[in-house]
Each structure stands twice: as structure tokens, then as C-alpha cells.
């Protein structure tokens, strides 16, 4: 039997199945709905609306409030289409990619970052301009035979020469295409020269690379002119995997289902796809003349792009199936805009360590300094590096997506209508925020979290373990469906009818998040038998790390007090690398060197790591005399 | 409009528009008819009887007799369809495939030519078994670089490894399956090993190749266990490009048709596919246990096996598109039982040089020895190499298809049914013959040809110009079609129910034939400064040369006069070559390097091939000086 579902304010409608889940249908209607646990019933956030109609819903804990489940509110994964309905997505459970991710994109100063790390353009990939001598009744040698002759002479040792089928296909017809005169592509790789095109004419000025970050998620695409090394476009969106989930670890689990890891191998490079062709189609970029890609991303990121199957990666002890990845053509991964194009992905570390991170250090160049750095990427997974030009090591600290959102109620990511700074006074308790966009908020994003952690612990709405206090009277503070909750922004405020609130719940996860980073930092200096003391520079990247506020985050405990002017924000180190590493080959092998230079440690398995979590799940830390300022910051708040 | 046509005796049935040409029609049925230039109606070949319905017919020079044309023959290549018809295709148009091709398979001998030419079991890919440390938590590198390590204890130099994508997607499964114990086939190129595929547990003992002889006329397939060098099979059969024309040239003209290129390259694939197919059934080797596959056929079958348009191979200067093919995977061509097996090709020389012929030198091993050798396979081309250790020159003789049967009225290979061997009455004229089969003859083959050039010539029928006494008042000797001709076999003895006769056009392709495969040992001798008396060794190659009788060759001054026990016939030593190099490396660059070393001659711009081309137009030669033994044997004929 089949039931039609129209979606509102969409207008989309899909036929399906009897007992269809209805967030299957909403992926049959090529519509998105906000998920983090991937259509599992463990987040709450693919909410949708019944308009007409009725479903057959389990149970959904408490994500809805009673008020939502009397509007007809219900978990989209959670229910099972039984007759026609009418379905609103509320803006809420929507993905908004209004707000422009941060490219980071300024070509002179990425150029000039990439020289003063030692780089110059020079790509492993070179466009080489033959003018050959044309065959005669004397000189009758074969044409492949005939460029190779001409490949040496120009100082290419040609003795082991490699051309792709298709180019070899095409060969006799550009040559005479370009009455002799041609260009060819070529590619080194040990003593094997191989020729991947080959043009009519001049073609030396007309090539393109791209520089490719695939984060959890967000997807950021640098279209470079390799000629000179201009990004000519940049283009983001965000990684449609999640829907599939918001981090790695549920995307590990999907991909073990039915066909899952194809899915999630489409969505990537579906929007990588859909990114390279409009900029390419902006720029007058010609399919063919993109002929070298350098992506950066996380280990299962990484896995996913290739189609390669993660499941290893979740499981002890934690073996990706690579961490060089072998080169291989665009083709291979679902490629459109040049099938032939080579594919390089950043060298991994380990299973939680990628790619991105070994872009991060490149980009920091902490292995090449006396001093110790430390270095971290605030994303789901909070990978630190902590070294300098003799030993590096490196740990992933699993600190979850909470800043990014995820398990927090109102929890959002960086775009508009998201709370990004927050002000609590501390005698009225009464509250001061600003949006993104300038408009009515719709929940918080990272720097909004880290703000009311702050800001509540500050004031003394919460207590060290980040326990509300009900006897502090104020109006703002209630019991709400999960337990005592603090309302940020009142009803009439908000732009979806309710309070936006932050509860203990929130504030709980929070405080793991930043506790497993701060262990983090903490156990790979004990590793080293160091103290933050020992610490000369500390590398914040991550686009996070372009809003963060140091000082709030040392508030909190998630950073170590450390004097300011040791923090240095980097911004989007993995794009950064990857882009170092599409122009520069010396730069490539210096990441490759990197990578294997990186001890990882394994902190789910570390006692130690165990003792540093435990002690700093308070605000900011068991012990508050490693934290100066922030007791200083207390005092002074005290005697006011 | 549609008709439909139904081709008896097969009983196949289709429908064709109207106008189509019956050539079209029976390719469209899925049946063969004979033609040697491509269905052009040039080569009077595709004879097919009307039965019922009537066609619209071009001219058909005097390809057909009158008594034909009365019987409803028509040529199909010249026939347009009209309306319904029933076509007979008789006996005579069909491609005969009874009678087996020599596939000149015995491993015993094959193995020890091998080893008396330096050969060795050491093929390029190797397969490596490996006992893997399984990985824990402290030792938790990624699988591939698992297996790199695992290598490079093995003394594999792994610094540069490289993996396919699809055996990457499969590595962690395949190392969990084994158990950590797997066989790896690799491949070394420069400093480059690469993983050709991965296998559970030990599979070191089933590792099996192919060599393949892409010949004009016929493929040869010997599938080859590649741990012990055995062949295990052989198959072969008449390459189906045939219907698309005899010889190369023809070939080329069609590929440069519409889609003919790539109609090309699937017949002969097609037939390597299911001559493979068969005997890898017939020896259970499991699919993706082949994985090296070596080639040899000469330029025009390399490009058209490879699907890279040959057309300038024709036009002078004679450029062929590649003479050394790079490696590829089968399915580049279209290999179906081993998408992923390496493909290799016997390096050519040029245009109308092939590998086969590097193929065969390398086999006759003249490149190695002190004394002059000549090296003929006497095949369409009639290529000749001329050398010794120190040098190699070639050349292509264009003798043309005459002694394979094309543009001889009732030439046909050596099949059933074809007159195989003559001898004739020097007083009577009588003609005495052999027929292969023991049947009622059909036709008459090569040695045939010969046979009855030879004995034609000591028996005075024709003169030294190849011109039929008609004075010799004969009743064997009469006027038919196409001028005088000479009655081989008469209609009753005939199982075609008509007289098999050599005309004086057929004299004339053979003469010409024989005289451009004299021409150019001369041509070529000259070159070096040298006389026929200065050859240690005369070295004969080919299918055909299994079964030519030298003194009869030598009479009609196809062969130079030389002792008979200067001569060697090799057997198909193209196939035998492409066996050598696929199981042993070394012999595979020393064909490369004999492709090297050879000086090609182009003789079809050479005054000098001409001038002894004009000379050789006699029997034997103008200079009967040149042929003391036939002098003498005219000499003795006279005599008696």
C-alpha cells in the first residue's frame, strides 16, 4: 500500500511505502531534516509537524515538550507513515546554510604564509610545451615514441615513460590537432614519468587544482589556478553525511548498514561535485584542465571519500584501513568535473588523527621550532598536537559535538539566528546576547556555550559541577521536562515561538566536552613529563577557532590559562595545507614527513587521561590554582 | 520500410530496412560470409544465392560467371535489399573453422627453448605469501601500512608502494579473513612495487597467464600456470576481423568508418574472450587468478586490440600511434575474465614491423649470434629481419593475402578441402593433387599456390613470365572469364560442382607475391653490402611456414636459393615469443631491446626494392643464374 506525503512550506510531495519511517520519506523527497544520531531516535532533532493526517509514533523520550506533542510535533525517524499526511518542517529541524561558512580564502597571504613555510610553486603535476619534429619518410617513428624523444630533450628522463589508455587513444590526433606542437601533463612518480593529457597547442597557462577540506561538517572547496597559485573561487556547504549523523562515530555505524558507506561516499562527493562545478562553470574553467585534487579531512572522513569501509576504526584497537592513501583518479570516487584528475589525500596519522590535523601542522609549522607548541582543532573530536622540530605526539580527545551543537537542546552551529555571545549579570542575573544575522535567535552555537558556561558559572547561576542553583530565586531559573533549565531568551524574543533555554542536561555535556579537552592537553604533557608552564605557543585552528574567545574559554577550563599572547588562531588549517600541499610537492613530502613523524597515543585507553577527565569536569578545574586569572576573575567579581 | 530475409541453411531469420545491403544483413544475423576487402566489392568473396525475392545489384565486374548469375549467385556486398528474400550462403563463402589451427603447444619442448635462450621462470608480478603481526593496541598502524612493513621485511623495497583502489577497498576484509596470513601479487615497476590484489592465506601455487598471438588471420591463446611455466591450455581460432577484410590495410580503411574502430577491436577481444573463457572452464582456474596477459601481433592488430585509430599507419610517412604500449588493465580493452590482469604487448618495431615479429626474433635468438641469419614470416606482410649480434635491420615485404587465398579465384586457407599439394605431367599435363581432409577439394591453399606456380612453370605450361601457353594445345588450358586459364580439378572431382582453375590474373598475384618477399631479402642484404651467400641461416616463421616445401618455393624464386639445410622452420613464433616473456622478465626486455636495436627499412619508397622487384617478376628470376639448382632441375625436365 502507498500513502502520499506532501512536505510544507516545501511543497515537495513523495509516494511511499506502508509503515515507511518518516524520515526515510523526507530523504525520498530530496528534503533535509536535522539529525545527529542519523534517524536513530537519540537526538530529538529532526522534529517535523503533522498538519494532516496521523502517524504511528514510538516512543520518543523526552525530546518533545507537551506543549510540541499537542502542535502535532513528533520525531520524524521515530514515526511510520500509515495513511496520506501533510508534513511541515519547521525552520528549526532545517540545515541553514544562509550564513557563508568561513573559507578563509585570501590568496596573498595564504601565499605568502605558504613561503615563509618554505613552499614555492611547484607541483608534483607540470605542464611541459613540446614543439616536435614532424615525421618524415626518414624520421618515422611512432608518435608515443617520438613526444618521448622530445621529453628527454628537454631534460625529462623519459626512459620510463607511462601514459594513461585514454590519452594514449587521443595521442596521433592532438599531435596532428596541434600540427606537432603540443602539451602534455606530466606526472612523476619514482623514476616513472607518466603523461596524464596531452593538448593542442600551448595549453601551459590553463591548469587547475583544487584544495579540498571535508570536514564532519562542513565541506570547503579552493579552486586554484596552478599557474600562479590564485585561489580564482572558493565554495563551501555543509557535509550532507549529516543526515546520516552529526559525528564520526554514528557515521561509522551507518556505514556498516545496507549500503550505507555508498550513501555516505555520495553525499561527500555529491557536494564536492556540485561545489568544483559551479566554480569551475563561474570561472570559465574548461572539464579537463582540473587535473590535480589535494583533500584534507579526518581518518573516517577520509575513508568515507575513498568507499572505504571504517568499521575497523570504532573498534579495538582502532585500525583504519589507511593512513597513506594511495593516489588514484577522480573517477575512482565519483568525480564528475575531471574523472581523470588525480586524487591526493593529506596523510593520516591514525584512526582519529587525519589528515586535517597533519595540514594543521603544516600550516602551524611547529615541527620546524626550537620551543614546544601546543597545537589543537576544536571540532568533534579535538585533536591536539603537542611537539617541535625534534618529536611530535599527538591524541584525539573525543570531545563530541557538543560545541557544535549536538545534545544540546538549542545547541546550533555557527549561522544566522545562532545566540554567539552572551552577557549574565550577575546581580540580576538578567541576560544580554547577540545574533548572528542580527535577527531573533533560534538557539546557541559554540561561542553562544561557551559564553553561558561562562557567564552562568560566573555570576553564580551554576555552582563548580555546573549544577543550577534553584535557591537563587531568579525567574529565569525553572524545572523544566528534563530537569532545572535557565532561560536565555524569553518567548516573545525567540523566532520559534518558545524559550530558548540551556539546561542541566546541556550544561552537563558541555562540560565534558571541554573536560576531555583540556585532559587532553594535560595527559600528552605529562606523556613528555611537561606542564603547561612548558608550553610556547598554542595553535588554536578550526573554523571554531575564528570565534572562540580565549579568555571565556579558560573561564570554563577548556583552554589552559596561559598569558594571551601565547594563543594564536590559524583559522581553517586543513584547507590551508591541502592548499600548501596542491602547489608544492617540497610541502607535500614535508606533511608526509610530518605524519610520520607523530607518535600517537591512544587516550581512550589511558588511566591517566581517566584521572585528568575526572578532574577537570568542574568549572574550570578541580584544582582552581591552575587557573590564576579565573580565580583572580572570581575574587574580583566577589568583591563587587 | 522493413523486409525480412531468412539465410538458409542456418534457418536465421532478420529484418533490415529497405535498401540495406545484404553484407549488412548477414553481419546483422549473426552469420559470417567470406570477404577479403571488407564488403567494398572489390575481392568477389561474398558470393550468396538468391533462392526467393530479388535484390538490387550493383556491377560486379567479372566476379561472378555467367553461370552463376544464372544460378541467382550475387556478390551481398554489392545487394541491396528490396523486399523479403531467402538467401542461401553456400559452402564455398563460409569461414571454414573445421580444420584445426596449429597451436604448436608442447610445454616440454617450449620450456627447454626457453631455458636454451637464458630464460627462467621469473615472471614480472610475483605473488608473496606474508604472515602479518595482527595489529594491538600498541601496535596499531593501519593495515596498508601493515602490509608495507610486512614487505619490507620480506626485503621488498616498499618505500613506494602503490595499491590499486579497488584492492585497497578490500584490504581490511581480505588480512581479517586470512587471519593476518595473505598472499599479495606484486608488481614492480622502477622503483614502484605495486599491489596488484591481496588473497586469504596461502595462494602462492595459483597463479596462471595467458600468452596471446593476435594474428591477421587467426588467434591463439595459450593459458600458462605461471608456478611451473605448463601450459595447460591451448585454443584458437580465425580472428572474426576477417570479415571486415584480409589484410591490415583493409582493416585500417574500415576502422577510419564510422564506429569501425571500436567494432574492430571487439571482435578480436571477443574472440579472446571466449577462447579464455574456455580454458579457464575446462581447467578450473577461477576467475581473477590470470593475472598477466602478454600480446603479439604486428602494429595493425596492436592498435586495433588496444582501440587506437591506426589510420596513419597507412599514410606515408607510416606513423603508427605507439610501437612500445604502455601497460594496461585488461578492462581497458574489454577483457572479461580479468578486468584487473596486466596487459602487456610485444614491443613493435613500426608500421608494418610488429611484435609479433619481435616475437619471433627473439625466439630464433639470431640477435645472439656471430654469423648473419635471415628471419621471414611469411604471412600477408612478408616481414624479414636481416642481422646478427651486432646488428638488426627490418622491413615489411607487402607480399599481400595471395598465398592466404585473397585475390585468387579459388585461394582459401588451409583448411578442409583445399588442394594442399600438385604435381603435373611434365608430357601429358596431367594434374595429380593432395587435397587436406582427404575430400573433394574446394579450393586451393598456400602450398598449393606454390605447388602449382612450380609445377606449372617445369612443366612448361606457363612461361617464365607466368604467362599459360596456349599453344600448348592442353585441353586443361582455356579461355574462361578472365582470360586464359588452367584446369586443376575438374567439375566432377570437385565437391563445388564447378572446375578449379588457376587463371592468369591468379599467376599474376602470386608472381607478384613471390617476387616482393625475394625483392625485399635482397633489398635488405644490399642495404648491408651483402649477397645472400654471406647467410649463415634462414630462418622461416609463420603458420604457413610449418607447411611450405622450400625446393618448390625456391623454384619460383620465392626463397632464395640457398642449401636446404640452411633453412629452419620455426613455427608460430609469435605466440611462442609472447609465452617466453610472459614467464620470464629478462626475455621480455631483451625483445624490447631487439625492438631497439632494429633499423627499419621502409621498402615502399625504396628505388632500389623496386628495381629488384621488377627483377623478381620472372620464374624464378630474371637472373636464372641467381637460382642454379632451378637452372639445373629445367635442365634435368628438358633432359627427359
Given at each position: 500500500?502507498?500513502?502520499?506525503?506532501?512536505?510544507?512550506?516545501?511543497?515537495?510531495t513523495?509516494?511511499?511505502?506502508?509503515?515507511?519511517?518518516?524520515?526515510?520519506?523526507?530523504?525520498?523527497?530530496?528534503?533535509?531534516?536535522?539529525?545527529?544520531?542519523?534517524?536513530?531516535?537519540?537526538?530529538?532533532?529532526?522534529?517535523?509537524?503533522?498538519?494532516?493526517?496521523?502517524?504511528?509514533?514510538?516512543?520518543?523520550?523526552?525530546?518533545?515538550?507537551?506543549?510540541?506533542?499537542?502542535?502535532?510535533?513528533?520525531?520524524?525517524?521515530?514515526?511510520?507513515?500509515?495513511?496520506?499526511?501533510?508534513?511541515?518542517?519547521?525552520?528549526?529541524?532545517?540545515?541553514?546554510?544562509?550564513?557563508?561558512?568561513?573559507?578563509?580564502?585570501?590568496?596573498?597571504?595564504?601565499?605568502?604564509?605558504?613561503?615563509?613555510?618554505?613552499?614555492?610553486?611547484?607541483?608534483?603535476?607540470?605542464?611541459?610545451?613540446?614543439?616536435?619534429?614532424?615525421?618524415?619518410?626518414?624520421?618515422?617513428?611512432?608518435?608515443?615514441?617520438?613526444?618521448?624523444?622530445?621529453?628527454?630533450?628537454?631534460?625529462?628522463?623519459?626512459?620510463?615513460?607511462h601514459?594513461?589508455?585514454?590519452?594514449?587513444?587521443?595521442?596521433?590526433?592532438?599531435?596532428?590537432?596541434?600540427?606537432?606542437?603540443?602539451?602534455?601533463?606530466?606526472?612523476?612518480?619514482?623514476?616513472?614519468?607518466?603523461?596524464?593529457?596531452?593538448?593542442p597547442?600551448?595549453?601551459?597557462?590553463?591548469?587547475?587544482?583544487?584544495?579540498?577540506?571535508?570536514?564532519?561538517?562542513?565541506?570547503?572547496?579552493?579552486?586554484?589556478?596552478?599557474?600562479n597559485g590564485?585561489?580564482?573561487?572558493?565554495?563551501?556547504?555543509?557535509?550532507?553525511?549529516?543526515?546520516?549523523?552529526?559525528?564520526?562515530?554514528?557515521?561509522?555505524?551507518?556505514?556498516?548498514?545496507?549500503?550505507?558507506?555508498?550513501?555516505l561516499?555520495?553525499?561527500?562527493?555529491?557536494?564536492?561535485?556540485?561545489?568544483?562545478?559551479?566554480?569551475?562553470?563561474?570561472?570559465?574553467?574548461?572539464?579537463?584542465?582540473?587535473?590535480?585534487?589535494?583533500?584534507?579531512?579526518?581518518?573516517?572522513?577520509?575513508?568515507?571519500?575513498?568507499?572505504?569501509?571504517?568499521?575497523?576504526?570504532?573498534?579495538?584497537?582502532?585500525?583504519?584501513?589507511?593512513?597513506?592513501?594511495?593516489?588514484?583518479?577522480?573517477?575512482?570516487?565519483?568525480?564528475?568535473?575531471?574523472?581523470?584528475?588525480?586524487?591526493?589525500?593529506?596523510?593520516?596519522?591514525?584512526?582519529?588523527?587525519?589528515?586535517?590535523?597533519?595540514?594543521?601542522?603544516?600550516?602551524?609549522?611547529?615541527?620546524?621550532?626550537?620551543?614546544?607548541?601546543?597545537?589543537?582543532?576544536?571540532?568533534?573530536?579535538?585533536?591536539?598536537?603537542?611537539?617541535?622540530?625534534?618529536?611530535?605526539?599527538?591524541?584525539?580527545?573525543?570531545?563530541?559535538?557538543?560545541?557544535?551543537?549536538?545534545?544540546?537542546?538549542f545547541?546550533?552551529?555557527?549561522?544566522?539566528?545562532?545566540?554567539?555571545?552572551?552577557?549574565?549579570?550577575?546581580?540580576?542575573?538578567?541576560?544580554?546576547?547577540?545574533?548572528?544575522?542580527?535577527?531573533?535567535?533560534?538557539?546557541?552555537?559554540?561561542?553562544?556555550?561557551?559564553?553561558?558556561?561562562?557567564?552562568?558559572?560566573?555570576?553564580?547561576?551554576?555552582?563548580?559541577?555546573?549544577?543550577?542553583?534553584?535557591?537563587?530565586?531568579?525567574?529565569?531559573v525553572?524545572?523544566?521536562?528534563?530537569?532545572?533549565?535557565?532561560?536565555?531568551?524569553?518567548?516573545?524574543?525567540?523566532?520559534?515561538?518558545?524559550?530558548?533555554?540551556?539546561?542541566?542536561?546541556?550544561?552537563?555535556?558541555?562540560?565534558?566536552?571541554?573536560?576531555?579537552?583540556?585532559a587532553?592537553?594535560?595527559?600528552?604533557?605529562?606523556?613528555?613529563g611537561?606542564?603547561?608552564g612548558?608550553?610556547?605557543?598554542?595553535?588554536?585552528?578550526?573554523?571554531?577557532?575564528?570565534?572562540?574567545?580565549?579568555?571565556?574559554?579558560?573561564?570554563?577550563?577548556?583552554?589552559?590559562?596561559?598569558?594571551?599572547?601565547?594563543?594564536?588562531?590559524?583559522?581553517?588549517?586543513?584547507?590551508?595545507?591541502?592548499?600548501?600541499?596542491?602547489?608544492?610537492?617540497?610541502?607535500?613530502?614535508?606533511?608526509?614527513?610530518?605524519?610520520?613523524?607523530?607518535?600517537?597515543?591512544e587516550?581512550?585507553?589511558s588511566?591517566?587521561?581517566?584521572?585528568?577527565?575526572?578532574?577537570?569536569?568542574?568549572?574550570?578545574?578541580?584544582?582552581?590554582?591552575?587557573?590564576?586569572?579565573?580565580?583572580?576573575?572570581?575574587?574580583?567579581?566577589?568583591?563587587?
Amino acid at each position: 500500500m502507498k500513502h502520499t506525503i506532501t512536505f510544507v512550506p516545501d511543497n515537495v510531495t513523495v509516494e511511499v511505502d506502508d509503515n515507511t519511517s518518516l524520515f526515510k520519506a523526507v530523504k525520498a523527497a530530496g528534503l533535509y531534516v536535522l539529525s545527529s544520531c542519523g534517524g536513530k531516535g537519540n537526538c530529538g532533532k529532526c522534529k517535523v509537524i503533522i498538519k494532516q493526517g496521523s502517524v504511528e509514533s514510538g516512543k520518543s523520550r523526552s525530546f518533545l515538550s507537551v506543549e510540541e506533542a499537542e502542535r502535532g510535533y513528533v520525531l520524524a525517524c521515530l514515526s511510520r507513515v500509515k495513511g496520506n499526511l501533510l508534513v511541515e518542517i519547521p525552520q528549526e529541524s532545517r540545515m541553514q546554510a544562509k550564513h557563508k561558512i568561513a573559507t578563509g580564502a585570501k590568496t596573498d597571504e595564504l601565499l605568502q604564509l605558504m613561503e615563509a613555510a618554505g613552499g614555492c610553486l611547484e607541483s608534483r603535476i607540470s605542464r611541459v610545451y613540446l614543439e616536435l619534429n614532424p615525421p618524415t619518410i626518414d624520421d618515422n617513428i611512432a608518435d608515443y615514441e617520438r613526444l618521448r624523444r622530445c621529453l628527454d630533450k628537454k631534460g625529462f628522463d623519459a626512459s620510463l615513460l607511462h601514459m594513461n589508455y585514454l590519452v594514449l587513444k587521443k595521442l596521433s590526433h592532438v599531435l596532428r590537432e596541434g600540427n606537432w606542437n603540443v602539451t602534455v601533463s606530466v606526472f612523476k612518480v619514482s623514476a616513472v614519468l607518466e603523461v596524464l593529457d596531452i593538448y593542442p597547442g600551448n595549453a601551459t597557462r590553463t591548469r587547475y587544482g583544487a584544495a579540498i577540506d571535508i570536514g564532519t561538517t562542513t565541506v570547503v572547496v579552493y579552486l586554484v589556478d596552478m599557474s600562479n597559485g590564485h585561489i580564482i573561487g572558493t565554495a563551501s556547504t555543509y557535509n550532507s553525511q549529516v543526515k546520516c549523523g552529526d559525528d564520526v562515530i554514528t557515521r561509522i555505524v551507518y556505514a556498516t548498514e545496507r549500503n550505507g558507506l555508498k550513501e555516505l561516499q555520495d553525499l561527500a562527493v555529491g557536494n564536492i561535485n556540485t561545489l568544483l562545478a559551479e566554480l569551475a562553470e563561474k570561472n570559465s574553467v574548461a572539464p579537463g584542465m582540473i587535473d590535480y585534487i589535494v583533500v584534507a579531512g579526518n581518518t573516517t572522513m577520509a575513508h568515507l571519500f575513498y568507499g572505504i569501509d571504517p568499521q575497523h576504526i570504532r573498534e579495538e584497537p582502532y585500525i583504519p584501513t589507511a593512513t597513506f592513501f594511495p593516489l588514484i583518479r577522480g573517477k575512482n570516487v565519483g568525480f564528475k568535473i575531471d574523472p581523470h584528475a588525480i586524487l591526493y589525500s593529506m596523510p593520516n596519522v591514525a584512526s582519529y588523527v587525519g589528515g586535517d590535523i597533519t595540514a594543521g601542522v603544516l600550516v602551524s609549522q611547529l615541527h620546524k621550532q626550537d620551543a614546544v607548541s601546543l597545537f589543537i582543532d576544536i571540532g568533534t573530536n579535538g585533536e591536539i598536537v603537542l611537539g617541535n622540530k625534534e618529536w611530535l605526539v599527538t591524541a584525539a580527545c573525543s570531545a563530541g559535538p557538543a560545541f557544535e551543537g549536538s545534545g544540546i537542546k538549542f545547541g546550533m552551529r555557527a549561522m544566522e539566528g545562532a545566540i554567539e555571545e552572551i552577557e549574565i549579570n550577575p546581580k540580576t542575573h538578567e541576560v544580554n546576547y547577540r545574533v548572528i544575522g542580527d535577527v531573533k535567535p533560534i538557539g546557541l552555537c559554540g561561542s553562544g556555550m561557551i559564553d553561558a558556561l561562562a557567564e552562568m558559572y560566573l555570576s553564580g547561576v551554576i555552582d563548580q559541577k555546573g549544577k543550577i542553583r534553584e535557591e537563587l530565586g531568579s525567574k529565569r531559573v525553572r524545572r523544566g521536562e528534563s530537569g532545572l533549565e535557565f532561560v536565555l531568551a524569553w518567548r516573545v524574543e525567540s523566532a520559534i515561538n518558545k524559550e530558548i533555554v540551556i539546561s542541566e542536561v546541556d550544561l552537563d555535556n558541555l562540560i565534558r566536552a571541554k573536560a576531555a579537552i583540556y585532559a587532553g592537553f594535560a595527559t600528552l604533557l605529562s606523556q613528555m613529563g611537561m606542564g603547561f608552564g612548558d608550553i610556547d605557543k598554542m595553535y588554536i585552528a578550526g573554523g571554531f577557532g575564528r570565534y572562540i574567545d580565549v579568555e571565556r574559554a579558560i573561564t570554563i577550563g577548556m583552554l589552559p590559562d596561559l598569558p594571551v599572547e601565547k594563543f594564536q588562531f590559524l583559522g581553517n588549517t586543513s584547507i590551508m595545507g591541502a592548499y600548501y600541499a596542491l602547489l608544492c610537492d617540497r610541502l607535500r613530502r614535508e606533511a608526509e614527513e610530518i605524519a610520520r613523524k607523530m607518535t600517537y597515543i591512544e587516550l581512550s585507553v589511558s588511566r591517566n587521561f581517566m584521572d585528568e577527565y575526572l578532574s577537570a569536569l568542574f568549572l574550570p578545574h578541580t584544582d582552581l590554582n591552575a587557573f590564576p586569572t579565573v580565580k583572580k576573575q572570581l575574587e574580583e567579581r566577589k568583591a563587587r
